[in-house]
């Protein structure tokens, strides 16, 4: 009977002659993972073939030449002309007292507290700040409505109305 390798000599071979001979390992045999994984690179190799082949195809071809046209310069950014800004808070009812937070014409936000309502503030900015008025009424009053507004160079940009005895409305633009 043959061995694995096919050594029919071995079968019939004493200790002295297994000694003599030098041991060969059995030959491999390419295994289900060592398939799989040349499998994937093969894959792999030809997707990055397609890729360089579909990049290498020609391109369009070049519109015909334009003619030059002059670019006129840019003008500098000119700063924007001022606005004229009111925020205004209105409530109902008597003896009320509020809060307000609004952007200033620099962009800072401006906090005041225990002001009496109704309030009105009125300044110059540019048109780059962001404009939000903010208002509560915290005490006094009645449970209706308390208004805020934004009115920009005698615009109503910004216009809201919220309910309760604390009500906050928030008007931006």
């Known amino acids: 009977m043959a ?5 029919s000599a071995y079968q019939n071979a004493t200790p002295s002659d297994l000694a003599a001979r030098p041991w060969t390992p059995p030959a491999k045999r390419p295994t289900v993972v060592a398939a799989l994984l040349t499998a994937l690179l093969v894959a792999a190799l030809l997707c990055a073939g397609l890729v360089v082949v579909g990049r290498s195809t020609p391109a369009d071809p070049l ?5 030059e046209v002059p670019i006129a310069p840019v003008a500098p950014d000119e700063p924007a002309a001022p606005i ?7 409530a109902s009812g008597s003896g009320n007292v509020g809060s307000v937070s609004f952007t200033d ?3 800072d936000i401006i906090r ?3 002001i009496p309502l109704p309030w ?3 300044f110059t900015a ?3 700040s962001p404009l939000v008025l903010h208002a509560q009424r ?3 009053g009645d449970a209706g409505p308390v208004s805020c507004s934004i009115t920009v160079d005698g615009k109503v940009i910004a216009n809201t109305t919220e309910q309760g005895r604390y009500a906050a409305p928030q008007c931006s633009g």
């Open 120 to 122: 009105r503030t009125t």
């Open 138 to 140: 915290k005490a006094g």
């Open 3 to 7: 061995t694995p390798d096919g050594d």
């Open 105 to 107: 014409q620099d962009g």
């Open 63 to 67: 519109p015909p030449p334009q003619r």
């Open 112 to 114: 005041r507290g225990g």
């Open 126 to 128: 540019d048109r780059r």
């Open 84 to 90: 004229q800004v009111i925020y205004e808070v209105t």
